[in-house]
């Protein structure tokens, strides 16, 4: 049953190495963000001081429970207390996303021999939803990639109450998580463990209900849910009206425009359609449903951290199909499943040539360097003192997330101690706006410290 489980462990210690390395040059080229490594950072750092989870980049004082609901941050915390600095969320994301190449690669090796494991782990280590969640600073789904595949892993193998305990974390990831464990739940009680399954029905949509509902308007300084109701916000559940109003669309909503089509195109070509024949297809449903229902392009496509649940799903599902597939009355169909590593694999690879890793494995020593600009901006920085109040600018904030409270200019209304500010951002702010707002801090109390490379240092006087 365990076909080689050591070998698997060595794939997803290369994952981590590669997913890790390339995380902190990017950060270390000031490719990351305060929105939302920064944001992160701030959470796991209120933890650590034994407080709430608040994020002054998103408002100052602001409760990420107002926001979503992700209290499995909290395991983040040991790692903290050793390495207070926002790359520890980097290379703890990396852990847990190439740990999830274990189940996946050990379920293909027991359908279909080591060979199909090694292409199994290598598809998932290429995949486009893989790349983009690791290219895109820290995010709470990346807890959701281990729970998902070794509990669909499981599924697959009928081990039920294994397939459960796995999935019930996930309530604790992320809010809208709670729609796949009832889906997971669904498919437990279909297989056979009704009670089981009823149950882990159940707690999810009572979770789901609760933490929508009532907890995070409790925070919220709103009071609301806010990616029920506002597109502006910007949530996998935004919309400018109501969910349940855009549901009613949904058959026109989850196809148009065409940006959906090619996305649910490119997931299906990730398996070569395999996935298609099994029931664990179902548990994406939720995740593409919420997306494609949001009026907000940034959800449609393939890019950014939003796909990356949807690895483990496919990948599993494909695997899960595979026995069905293989005594298919179509010729093709059964030699796709008979070499469906391959497929996989190859399926993968056409793609993986455009992800954010192609330059980085072709040019590491490049990836680590740094040029004028981010030399500057540590040079200023480093003048900032801990603890005191600084306005930054996007890809400088979460290089200060960790010693100082830091927010962004117009983001947050509030008056800083410290101005930082990279007069050539291009979020949220144009160059137009930063040059407007340096001249009016540089009219209102403010004097300029230093400034190099279009980074401007202001102290409050």
């Not at 058959?251 to 298609?276: D, H, N, R, W, Y």
């Not at 200060?400 to 409270?405: N, V």
Request: hydrophobic share 50%; proline share 6%; net charge positive.
């Amino acid at each position: 049953m365990q076909s080689g489980t050591r070998v698997w462990w060595a794939w997803a210690a290369g994952l981590f190495v590669l997913y890790a390395l390339f995380s902190l040059a990017q950060h270390h080229r000031l490719g990351t963000t305060g929105y939302d490594l920064g944001i992160f950072t701030q959470a796991v750092r209120g933890y650590a001081h034994f407080g709430a989870p608040t994020a002054d980049l998103k408002g100052w004082g602001y409760n990420l429970y107002g926001d979503h609901f992700h209290p499995i941050l909290v395991l983040l915390v040991p790692l903290y207390w050793i390495w207070p600095n926002a790359q520890t969320l980097l290379v703890a994301q990396a852990a847990l996303v190439a740990v999830a190449a274990v189940p996946l690669a050990r379920l293909a090796a027991d359908r279909g021999g080591r060979p199909a494991g090694h292409a199994t782990a290598a598809a998932y280590g290429l995949s486009f939803g893989v790349q983009g969640a690791v290219a895109f600073d820290f995010h709470e789904v990346a807890f959701a990639a281990p729970l998902l595949a070794f509990g669909l892993a499981a599924l697959s193998e009928r081990r039920s109450k294994a397939a459960a305990a796995w999935a019930l974390p996930l309530l604790l990831v992320k809010e809208e998580l709670a729609l796949m464990v009832a889906v997971i739940g669904a498919i437990l009680a279909w297989r056979g463990a009704r009670r089981l399954g009823l149950a882990l029905i159940a707690i999810s949509v009572s979770v789901f209900a609760l933490v929508v509902g009532v907890l995070i308007p409790a925070f919220n300084p709103q009071g609301v849910y806010p990616y029920m109701n506002n597109a502006s916000a910007g949530g996998s559940l935004s919309s400018s009206r109501s969910i349940f109003s855009r549901l009613a669309d949904a058959p026109e909503l989850l196809f148009s425009p065409s940006q959906k089509i090619v996305t649910l195109l490119l997931l299906g070509a990730l398996t070569c359609f395999l996935a298609l024949r099994s029931p664990l297809i179902a548990i994406a449903l939720p995740n593409i449903a919420v997306r494609f229902l949001s009026d907000s392009p940034a959800y449609w496509g393939t890019g950014l951290q939003y796909n990356l649940p949807l690895m483990p799903v496919l990948i599993a599902a494909a695997w899960d199909a595979q026995p069905a597939w293989a005594h298919s009355r179509i010729p093709l169909a059964r030699g796709l499943a008979r070499r469906a590593g391959a497929a996989l694999l190859c399926a993968a690879a056409p793609l993986a040539p455009t992800q954010p890793l192609q330059d980085f494995l072709l040019h590491p020593v490049r990836a680590f360097s740094t040029d004028a600009h981010a030399k500057a901006a540590y040079a200023l920085m480093r003048r900032i003192p801990d603890g005191a109040a600084v306005e930054a600018t996007n890809h400088l904030s979460p290089h200060l997330a960790h010693r100082t409270r830091v927010f962004t200019w117009p983001l947050v209304d509030h008056t800083p101690d410290w101005v930082i500010l990279d007069v050539n951002e291009y979020w949220p702010t144009s160059f137009q706006e930063n040059q407007a707002h340096l001249t009016d801090l540089l009219h209102h109390g403010y004097r300029q410290v230093d400034a190099q490379d279009g980074i401007f240092l202001l102290h409050r006087e």
